[in-house]
């Protein structure tokens, strides 16, 4: 219960309206506070309960039914299997069995979280709508916020173009964190609309198309960001994606910024058997397609991609993917893709590819290819501090570890990254310090290139 506060008569006559105002936003910070309430969903649930820890609601979608902003909805742990009796609303061709369309506050976000130390799988192979996509969670509300729930299995149940999605946003200001989508061929988090939307330490892997157009999953990336509305911008930090059909971070048509920190792309394009699937770009930072036309957004939007990891991506690990204008690529670090940066551009008319310019391009290693850096005008970007420009000569015992297999090693109690020798620079490497000042925080005179900083 809440204690409100108590104003002696004395003091009463002289209060100024101000000090009404703070009382009365006091006294509904007070009153908001006290009636926030918890609610419970679980496997063995019943919507006819009250959605209490002891009688848990059995679904979502009850569970935002009595939602108010500022809420918890609690997520047991155990597994939810989906068929076709939880397709809540069907929209076209598309399936929504979570349409989540309720919105918070800024200060009072709806919450669905996995109850602490459980873990909450949905489990969704008998899900097989004819002819249809699936979207199962379906974000249309804003200031929402999805916490460590985990899908698998989702289908893709046409062979035209199609596409089915783990986790799809059409809202503002919502926080996907924890979420894991893997084993399954659809999408893993899809952003088609909205801005201030934050991916925060989601793993989305082994996810293939083999159903749809000629079954190499082309359209199957891990995560994606395609709002077409110039001014928005919606960011992906600590996020891993790999063993992915198509790429692992994809934001082609983007009208609005779209931001890429600490993350990890790895072996998309292959599946588990090492068979070439789709594009298999690690990073696929922005473009809009190479047909003739000059349909772009106003201005085009300058992508930000820093402290990124891309390994052994069947294509490029960094791509500028023929965007007609400039990013900025800073301290990431490139390692046995077929193409480690490539900067391919379009002109302005769209009439043609060309060489890509106005980037900046800071900080960068790469090791391990053939083909370190392709497709730039070097006079219209600027370029400091980046390995593919620096002459000194160096070995895989200049790092600490080459071990593939550690980018999936489970992650921190808190779901950041682990903390891995791979690719970090051993002590004796000419490369340490050999960053363009000033950098993002260091140990020695200068920072290190790449997106690790040697302690």
């Known amino acids: 219960m809440s204690v409100l506060p108590t104003i002696s008569s004395a003091s009463a006559p002289s209060r100024s309206r101000s000090h009404s105002r703070w009382l009365f936003l006091l006294l509904a910070s007070s009153i908001s506070s006290a009636i926030a309430a918890d609610f419970h969903v679980a496997p063995h649930g019943d919507d006819t309960n009250p959605g209490t820890r002891e009688k848990p609601f059995a679904s979502l979608l009850r569970a935002q039914q009595a939602m108010s902003p500022g809420d918890t909805t609690w997520i047991g742990g155990g597994t939810y299997r989906i068929d076709a009796s939880d397709i809540a609303r069907q929209d076209a061709m598309i399936a929504s069995v979570f349409p989540l369309d309720k919105s918070g506050r800024k200060d009072q976000p709806l919450r669905y979280f996995a109850t602490p130390g459980e873990r909450?799988?949905?489990?969704?192979?008998?899900?097989?709508?004819?002819?249809?996509?699936?979207?199962?969670?379906?974000?249309?509300?804003?200031?929402?916020?999805?916490?460590?729930?985990?899908?698998?299995?989702?289908?893709?149940?046409?062979?035209?173009?199609?596409?089915?999605?783990?986790?799809?946003?059409?809202?503002?200001?919502?926080?996907?964190?924890?979420?894991?989508?893997?084993?399954?061929?659809?999408?893993?988090?899809?952003?088609s609309r909205g801005t201030g939307n934050l991916v925060l330490n989601c793993d989305a892997w082994n996810n293939h198309d083999h159903t749809s157009e000629n079954g190499r999953g082309g359209n199957t990336d891990g995560f994606g960001s395609h709002v077409p509305h110039p001014g928005t911008e919606n960011t992906f930090r600590g996020c891993r994606a790999w063993l992915n059909s198509d790429d692992g971070f994809d934001c082609i048509s983007s009208g609005g910024t779209v931001i890429f920190e600490n993350c990890w792309a790895f072996r998309n394009g292959y599946d588990s058997k090492n068979n070439r699937l789709g594009d298999g770009n690690g990073f696929k930072a922005g473009g809009y397609g190479i047909e003739t036309d000059t349909r772009f957004p106003n201005p085009v939007p300058r992508h930000r991609i820093s402290r990124c990891l891309a390994v052994s991506n069947r294509s490029n690990g960094f791509y500028a993917n023929h965007h007609p204008g400039g990013s900025d690529w800073i301290h990431n670090s490139a390692y046995r893709n077929s193409t480690n940066f490539n900067f391919l551009g379009r002109s302005q008319d769209a009439s043609r590819d060309v060489p890509g310019s106005d980037h900046f391009i800071l900080n960068n290693l790469s090791y391990g290819t053939r083909h370190h850096l392709r497709e730039i005008d070097l006079t219209q970007c600027r370029l400091a501090g980046n390995t593919f420009t620096s002459p000194a000569k160096v070995t895989d015992s200049h790092f600490l570890s080459l071990d593939e297999s550690l980018l999936s090693s489970p992650r921190k109690p808190n779901g950041d990254l682990p903390e891995i020798p791979f690719l970090r620079l051993a002590p004796g490497n000419p490369w340490i310090d050999q960053g363009h000042p000033p950098g993002h925080p260091q140990s020695g005179q200068n920072p290190d290139p790449g997106a690790f900083e040697t302690r």
């Open 120 to 191: 909450p799988v949905f489990e969704c192979s008998a899900l097989k709508p004819e002819g249809l996509r699936i979207y199962l969670f379906r974000t249309r509300g804003s200031w929402i916020h999805l916490k460590g729930i985990e899908v698998t299995g989702v289908q893709v149940n046409s062979t035209g173009h199609t596409q089915s999605i783990c986790f799809e946003n059409t809202g503002s200001h919502n926080t996907f964190e924890g979420l894991s989508m893997h084993d399954g061929q659809a999408i893993g988090l899809y952003i």
